[in-house]
């Protein structure tokens, strides 16, 4: 049986799915996701996002877990960890300032931070070669999604964007989303649910419904 797929927005739509059980699929285009699917082009272990340390939102949030948990991930693999974060103009030092909580989480896991990159999309990986890496983006709007739903008991959750990269074009992008997604869900025997990180957003939320469609016809062929 084809999962279920549904779409919601914002970090309240990424907890509401995940106390469904459903997997969810964070979509934020500008930047977070689309930095995120470059990343896997260039062969990252695995992605992750957390709130920054300011971030506000009316549902919970755990960095200091999210980052223990990439950061246990990346030890079990023998792996160091690349943080995302912002300001795009501006120091390693300015970007960590603001993410403290994620660190700590790191930090305490044993794992050790290699990079400290700014959230630029597809441009980030020609800054450096994340290979081999586990990655960590703690941005607002999709980190805030992601550590929502993570923090809300997600079975899984990923991230998608529409956005090309260097070695994805056209709907290629969204199409390596809804392969992901739907070979989550069916080892997961779960649901999906596709979220708009942001939904003041207009390319989130198109973005966002153009997975979602996608994921309706493929998941019934």
């Not at 877990?65 to 030092?93: H, N």
């Not at 392969?179 to 649910?193: M, S, V």
Request: hydrophobic share 50%.
């Amino acid at each position: 049986m084809a999962p279920l797929v549904t779409m919601a927005t914002d970090a309240s739509g990424a907890t509401r799915a995940a106390r469904l059980g459903q997997v969810v699929v964070v979509v934020d285009v500008i930047d977070m996701s689309t930095t995120l699917e470059a990343m896997f082009d260039e062969g990252v272990l695995a992605v992750y996002g957390a709130a920054p340390d300011a971030a506000s939102v009316p549902v919970p949030v755990n960095p200091v877990q999210v980052g223990k948990q990439a950061g246990e991930f990346a030890c079990s693999a023998g792996a160091g960890v690349v943080l995302v974060a912002e300001p795009r103009v501006g120091s390693a030092e300015e970007r960590l300032s603001g993410i403290q909580k994620v660190l700590k989480g790191i930090k305490d896991s044993g794992a050790a931070v290699e990079l400290v990159l700014p959230n630029m999309g597809a441009e980030t990986v020609k800054l450096a070669d994340v290979k081999g890496r586990v990655v960590v983006a703690a941005t607002g709007s999709g980190g805030v999604a992601f550590d929502a739903a993570m923090t809300a008991g997600a079975p899984a959750v990923l991230t998608g964007t529409v956005a090309r990269t260097a070695k994805k074009k056209g709907s290629a992008p969204a199409m390596a989303a809804v392969e992901r997604a739907l070979k989550t869900a069916r080892q997961l025997k779960a649901d999906i649910a596709v979220i708009a990180a942001s939904g003041n957003s207009v390319e989130d939320v198109l973005a966002a419904e153009y997975i979602f469609n996608l994921l309706l016809g493929v998941s019934r062929m």
